[in-house]
Every structure is written in structure tokens, then in C-alpha cells.
């Protein structure tokens, strides 16, 4: 082929790529996550269907259930005692709200980049988890507010899972953790930061 006929051959893909429009949708298909993704170029259409990502809040539900689940977990007053957590979540990036309601809870106090959960342990210590997707990475409202906690001697978890079950099984491990390290520590719950 002659350099100039390659030439053309090259603008005419250069110009096809940029011609070529590709779309992502997320669905349920048979009752599981699937990623749809369309390419249309001038050769044709492109369709390939995989499994989508897990969402962060059916790992945080499944993690959630499961340390509800443990022994130490308690939910009345009158069960605390050392060694005992309880736990709370809240939704602030769940971004089912307008603008306008978004804007008064704000004002009410609510601050973007919170941890996903946090855990109450017996002798006033708070500590935090925060889920992530295979996909997912923090977001400029957690880089943010994740050291400013960190800084006032608040500790974060991250667990990172691709499937529920796997953060259900990180965030009990954790926990235990934690427990333990109370038990050493004191035998009366968690040191508080100093």
C-alpha cells in the first residue's frame, strides 16, 4: 500500500474510532447485576453483557446483619457491659434526596464523606468502617474528612469486597479484632484516644 493510500486508511479508522459511540447501562438480568455495554461504530454494533460490581450498600447490609448477629452485639441498655458494641449508619452519600433537602440536612449538620458505620464499644470509644466495591475508591468529600477524624484520634476501617459476603466476613473479623485488643488493653472496654 502506497503512503498515501495508508494515509487515508489511517484517517478513516482515526475518524471511525471517533465516530464510534459507546454506551453503559446497569440492570438486573435473571435477578443478578449485569453491566450492558453498547459500541456502535461503522462496522456495526457491539453488545456484551458481564456482571456488574457490587453496590457498597449491599456490602455495608450484609456486614451489618452479620455483626448484629454477634454475641457481643447489644441494642439494649440493659445488656451493656464490657466486652458489648452497638452500631449505627447513616446515609449521607445515598443521593436520594433534591438539592433542596440535601442543602437543609447539611445545615441540620450532617457532613459528606462519613464513614458508612460506626461502632459504639463499651467505655466510650467510637471506630468507624467505611465499605468499598472492587470498583470503588473514596470520594473527594472522604479524602477530605477521613484524616480530620483520623487527626482527632478516631480510627477508620476500610474493607474492600467484591461480593457481600466477603465484607460481612472482613467486618466480624475486624470487629473481634477490636475486641480483643479491648480486652488486653483494659479488660473494661477500649482505651479512648489519647
Not at 502506497?2 to 474510532?17: D, P, R, S
Not at 456490602?59 to 452485639?73: D, H
Not at 466477603?166 to 479491648?182: K, T
Amino acid at each position: 500500500m502506497g503512503g498515501g493510500a495508508k494515509q487515508v486508511v489511517e484517517h478513516f479508522l482515526e475518524v471511525e474510532q471517533k465516530m464510534a459511540k459507546r454506551t453503559t447501562q446497569t440492570t438486573r438480568l435473571n435477578g443478578k447485576r449485569v453491566r450492558i455495554v453498547t459500541t456502535v461504530t461503522a462496522n456495526g454494533t457491539k453488545v456484551t453483557v458481564k456482571a456488574a460490581p457490587v453496590l457498597e450498600i449491599d456490602l455495608q447490609i450484609e456486614a451489618v446483619k452479620l455483626l448484629k448477629r454477634m454475641p457481643e452485639y447489644v441494642a439494649d441498655a440493659s445488656k451493656v457491659k464490657p466486652g458489648t458494641f452497638t452500631l449505627a449508619a447513616d446515609q449521607n452519600g445515598s443521593g436520594f434526596r433534591g438539592r433542596n433537602a440535601a442543602v437543609k440536612l447539611k445545615a441540620a449538620g450532617m457532613a459528606a464523606g462519613e464513614p458508612d458505620v460506626r461502632l459504639y464499644f463499651f467505655g466510650g470509644v467510637i471506630r468507624m468502617i467505611e465499605m468499598k466495591g472492587e470498583e470503588g475508591s473514596l470520594t473527594a468529600s472522604q479524602e477530605s474528612r477521613f484524616p480530620l477524624l483520623r487527626a482527632l484520634g478516631f480510627e477508620i476501617a476500610i474493607i474492600e469486597a467484591a461480593v457481600p459476603e466477603d465484607a460481612a466476613r472482613q467486618a466480624v473479623a475486624l470487629v473481634r479484632g477490636w475486641l480483643a485488643e479491648n480486652d488486653n488493653q483494659s479488660g473494661h472496654g477500649l482505651r479512648q484516644a489519647p
